[in-house]
């Protein structure tokens, strides 16, 4: 007769483990079915232009370290010729006075006071020997002079010192700001290659289609999407403008500053320099190199344009509601729609 045992149970840890597996998978697969679906198209534009935007502010503060890196460097340049010319000054200054010491000496014996001056540490006595009373008149007056000499060099030794550290405090804030730009272009060139090859090459086309419309406006020769005519700007806002329009098409580079690529202060310092007048680099000193103007119903062709709250981009105002700029990387010099970014205020210059 067979034996009829009953199965064996798990135990509690086994139970306690399948459950606890089970469990796991099925909150795994309800994450992988509720995961973000892939960003569409449109989605993917907003934030590379998002990111896009972030580097411009990231290079106008790139261009206002390299501005201040080039005049720091100019200044060190000028003060230590200063200083080398003044040395040599001092040198034949100090040789004179002792021309005079020793003519003194084979005319009848040194006076004691140019003992005490031509001996131990050159710049210790001086200030000794000029309270001598007996010393000549000539002899006080070519040491005061080079007394004051020494006092002038020490200075400009003391400010070329500190330049030299501003200088590579300035190096070391460049390198970061080109480090943040260069950051944000490969986290948006990241971006737009989540995208399919059909869906970049759409983008593309929009692109290149706003290239093609500002081109249509060029050659109409108002630059102001066909609205009319428009009064050309004079003297040498006019000629500065003139020089912009000659630059559309070509393209938008962070830092750049022509002739063959701009950002966006780049295209506007440059214009104004090859119509023969400075501007600074920076879009944000160049909303203070003029007279405000707050309405765009004042504006006139030629104004600078600038935008955003923190000022970070500029343009050209090209007449009725449009604008003449280096937009961002992707694009190229172009006329664009006054609205498609925050107007802050024009600047006449």
Known sequence: MASH?????????????????AAAAVALTSQTAQADPKPTKSEVKAKVDKLYEDAEKATEKFNGAKEKQEKLED??????????RGQQDLNEQRSALGTMASAQYRSGGIDPSLQLLLSGDPDS??????????????QADAIQEIQSKQRDLAQQRKEATEKLADLADTR?????????????????????????????????????RASRDSADRAQLGTGN?????????????GSAYAIAQGQLGKPYVYGAAGPNSFDCSGLTSWSYAQAGRQIPRISQAQ??????????????????????????????????GQILHAPRTGAVVRYESINNMPFQFGVRL
């Open 287 to 320: 909303a203070n190199a003029g007279t405000r103007i707050y309405s765009q119903s004042q504006l006139q062709v030629g104004d600078l344009v600038i935008f955003y709250g923190d000022l970070h981009h500029v343009g050209f105002y090209a007449g009725n």
């Open 172 to 208: 070391t804030e460049l390198g970061r700001k080109k480090k943040e730009v260069q950051g944000k272009l490969a986290e948006a060139r990241t971006l737009l290659n989540t995208l399919t090859t059909a869906e970049r090459a759409a983008l593309q086309e929009e692109e290149e």
């Open 75 to 84: 200044e060190i340049d000028n003060l230590q010729d200063a200083v080398a």
């Open 5 to 21: 045992r009953r199965p064996k149970q798990p135990s509690r840890t086994r139970v306690t483990v399948l459950t606890a597996t």
């Open 125 to 138: 006595y001086l200030d000794k020997a000029s309270a001598l009373d007996s010393l000549s008149a000539k």
């Open 225 to 237: 999407g066909g609205g009319g005519a428009v009064k050309a700007a004079s003297g040498i806002t």
